[in-house]
């Protein structure tokens, strides 16, 4: 029998892959991406160069992004969950969208009139000013993160069906996008200010995001079109469920069965009832609405199945050792010039593109329980380089320096040279000023660091994506946003602490404990994880060559969430 007939033209099938819904998600989420990663990458500067080179705006703001979320996170994703998919996207889109540019035209404003309002009513207005931006930049990181629950974690989920493999790849995708933007974007709004001006800066991102903002809201249509699916949230069916119970009584009242015969008081009384109008909820109990949504969502997430693999992942945040300016900041502080740097993070983008690579392969191979239990030991093997780190040639690691004996020249800053870019002072801030700078007598501390902190990314990115997929999976979708909203609350929660580490602790004698205490987390966090694999798989946990993937499908149903697949 010949089946060449069946088989689509190469041309047809590209045709079909670009116009497909997965295509326009991964082209939507691209757009977005780039324009977050560039905003994020330039009001940092922004707010670093507006304050005279001092990191102080910077603080704040990433303080109030974080406790933002921390306290909303539960109320965002409670509100992902109530409204329909298409709804909460393109609201979403267009708030994150729009307050961006808003904050753009607000800083071309400011750099444009900057000594101005310096002189105006004691520089009052410009004081109004940064707490604007900082206020309007953070309601778009609450749109942003709305935004990237009902995007990654939902949506992605029902376009790739029940299918676990499309949905693993999926999520490969969008890690990889993730990660080449993460590089991308902040080289090309970096070197548009550094050829142009800070003021050109603002006015391209706020292009951009109009833009970007049309486009992502015509792909988001598209995408809805071809995903009937989208349409129907678990909510909206038992709300429609209901409904149709409280009709079914007047449907009946003329020809009732001999079963409904004999309660014809209670059906009529039913729908009397139901008829009424509800009460108004009082005053009080509207205000102290959004605490039990907060209470109820975490309430949730701690009855999760997957709740020991959440809080896993949550831990590997309470760390120092990844590309942020704390670990680049020290790395500044032990004579690794910017051109160094730059390498290495590439080179840790590498790293990360290679574990989502990896993800899908061993996810095949093994099964997803297992993916994760072989990536975080693999991270954790990595991470002991760190360690030695801390006791090899070359480690300032002393703790007998008090790390407060430079915290009062730190707080009255020198004048800044006006030849050092926002960013470059933003790094030097971070870490001492030019002149402490000491080469080390030998680089294999530093070089044994970062060869840990970049291989142990293939086995984190791996790591992210398994337990990014079990709460997929194993959260049924009416709750997919509040629990998605409350684990990045633990996110944040777990990277304030981080950070709150390193104010009490920031010489670079002191960074050495600041390494053993991250990697104890990261252990502690994979701990966890393993004692969820291993009470779903038992003693199957080590067959990581025998994926047995039909029993695995149904081995964390003993939870409130039934899975569909591990």
Not at 355 to 381: D, E, M, P
Not at 428 to 452: D, K, Q, R
Request: charge should be neutral.
């Amino acid at each position: 029998m010949d089946n060449s007939g069946n088989k689509k033209p190469c041309c047809e099938c590209i045709k079909d892959f670009f116009t497909s819904a997965k295509f326009l998600i991964y082209m939507g989420h691209a757009l977005s991406t780039w324009g977050d990663r560039m905003w994020n990458f330039a009001v940092a500067v922004f707010l670093v160069e507006l304050y005279g080179n001092s990191l102080l705006l910077t603080a704040v703001y990433g303080l109030v992004v974080a406790g933002s979320v921390l306290l909303l996170g539960a109320i965002i994703g409670d509100w992902v969950d109530r409204n329909p998919r298409l709804k909460v996207a393109q609201t979403s889109l267009l708030v994150q969208n729009s307050c961006v540019i808003a904050c753009g035209i607000l800083l071309m404003v400011v750099f444009q009139f900057h000594e101005q309002l310096v002189k105006l009513y004691n520089g009052w207005v410009l004081t109004v000013c940064y707490i604007l931006v900082i206020t309007i930049a953070n309601i778009a990181n609450l749109a942003s993160t709305a935004m990237s629950i009902t995007i990654q974690r939902d949506w992605v989920v029902v376009v790739a069906g029940q299918d676990s493999n499309t949905l693993a790849d999926m999520n490969a995708t969008v890690r990889i996008i993730d990660q080449l933007t993460n590089i991308l974007a902040p080289m090309l709004v970096g070197q548009i200010m550094a050829f142009g001006s800070h003021f050109i800066g603002c006015g391209f991102i706020s292009g951009w995001n109009l833009c970007s903002m049309c486009l992502e809201y015509l792909l988001l249509w598209k995408v809805y079109q071809k995903t009937p699916a989208l349409a129907t949230k678990a909510g909206q069916k038992e709300q429609q469920q209901e409904l149709k119970q409280l009709t079914e009584p007047r449907d009946l009242e003329n020809n009732p069965s001999p079963e409904e015969s004999s309660q014809p008081l209670m059906n009529e009384t039913s729908v009397v009832t139901k008829s009424d109008p509800p009460k108004k909820p009082s005053c009080c109990y509207q205000v102290t609405e959004p605490l039990r949504t907060f209470r109820a969502g975490w309430v949730a997430y701690y009855n999760q199945n997957i709740f020991l693999a959440g809080m896993s992942l949550a831990f590997l945040y309470m760390t120092v050792l990844g590309f942020d300016c704390i670990t680049t900041g020290y790395a500044y502080t032990q004579g690794l010039d910017g051109s160094v740097l730059s390498l290495l993070m590439g080179a840790s983008a590498v790293a990360g593109i290679c574990g989502t690579v990896a993800f899908t392969w061993v996810r095949k191979k093994c099964g997803l329980i297992r993916t994760g239990f072989i990536s975080g030991t693999a991270q954790l093997s990595c991470l002991m380089l760190c360690v030695i780190s801390v006791f090899v040639s070359g480690s300032p690691f002393n703790l007998s320096v008090s790390p407060f004996k430079d915290l009062f020249p730190h707080m009255i800053p020198k004048e800044a040279d006006p030849s050092l870019s926002g960013a470059f002072a933003s790094r030097n801030a971070t870490a001492a000023p030019t002149e402490h700078v000491i080469t080390p007598p030998s680089y294999m501390s530093v070089s044994l660091l970062f060869a840990g902190v970049i291989a142990a990314r293939i086995g984190l990115w791996s790591f992210d994506l398994t337990v990014t997929q079990l709460i997929q999976e194993n959260v049924i979708e009416s709750e997919r946003g509040v629990i998605n909203g409350v684990q990045n609350s633990m996110n944040y929660l777990l990277d304030l602490l981080h950070f709150i580490m390193v104010i009490l602790a920031p010489n670079p004698e002191a960074f050495g404990l600041l390494v053993i205490i991250s990697v104890s987390f990261v252990a502690m966090g994979h701990t966890m994880y393993f004692v969820f694999a291993f009470k779903n798989l038992g003693a199957r946990l080590f067959r990581c060559c025998s994926p047995e993937q039909k029993a695995e499908k149904t081995e964390t149903a003993d939870g409130p969430s039934p899975p569909t697949a591990v």
